[in-house]
Structures are given as structure tokens and as C-alpha cells.
């Protein structure tokens, strides 16, 4: 029902700034929730952030509070993740994730439905 894509990624010095993007196919993208995620080498998958269907209400993981900032634009099916004062524990592969819009936030990787390949992000110090 959507298929995302990343883009945007790539090598920044510590404490600069750097803005993915997720495209995402679908006929309705207010239809879902959607979501960043990262995931290190040899790491678990980690929650970043999330916004809902209409984008009034985001939620960020402890790592992101305050340096990133989600948004989307549902009539151009597009969702961002801005990062400032990127650290070189920042580095991962980063996804974009969707699933159907419901009541709660969720931030287990298994809740959500839809994900992109992934996209490096590496901070150097």
C-alpha cells in the first residue's frame, strides 16, 4: 500500500546538519503513520521519531529530542527527518517506515508495516 524510499544521506563532520527524505508511493499517505529508524552495526534496530497522520503531532526517541525534527507533506507523499548537531554516534543506516494510522504512537519496529532500504548516515569527528 506505500513504498518509501530514502534519499539524502551520506558523510558529514560532527556538529553539521544533514536532511533525509522518504518519498513515498501511495494513493493516500494521510492514511499512515510514519516514522524514522536507525540501525548500527551489530546494534538492534532504534527508534528515532514519529508524526502522525496529519503531522501536528511528532514524537522523538531520547537520542533525538531536540536535535532532529520530523515533518511530511501529505500532498506531495513526502516525510523528512532534519538532523542538527550531528555526532559520530549518529552514524547508521537510516529507514523510513509507515503503517496504518491508529490512536497511539508506537516505537517498536515491528509495529510498522512498510520500510525502505535504508540510507547511510556517517558523522565523522
Known amino acids: 500500500q506505500v513504498q518509501p524510499v530514502e534519499s539524502g544521506g551520506g558523510t558529514v563532520q560532527a556538529g553539521a546538519s544533514l536532511r533525509l527524505s522518504c518519498a513515498a508511493s501511495t494513493r493516500t499517505l494521510s492514511d499512515f503513520a510514519l516514522a524514522w529508524f536507525r540501525q548500527a552495526p551489530g546494534k538492534e534496530r532504534e527508534f528515532v521519531a514519529t508524526i502522525n497522520w496529519s503531522g501536528s503531532y511528532p514524537y522523538y526517541g531520547d537520542s533525538a529530542r531536540g536535535r532532529f525534527t520530523i515533518s511530511r507533506d501529505n500532498v506531495k507523499n513526502m516525510l523528512w527527518l532534519q538532523m542538527s548537531n550531528l555526532r559520530p554516534e549518529d552514524t547508521a543506516v537510516y529507514y523510513c517506515?509507515?503503517?496504518?494510522?491508529?490512536?497511539?504512537?508506537?516505537?517498536?519496529?515491528?509495529?510498522?508495516?512498510?520500510w525502505g532500504q535504508g540510507i547511510q548516515v556517517t558523522v565523522s569527528s
Open positions: 517506515a509507515a503503517r496504518p494510522s491508529s490512536s497511539v504512537v508506537e516505537v517498536e519496529p515491528a509495529r510498522y508495516d512498510y
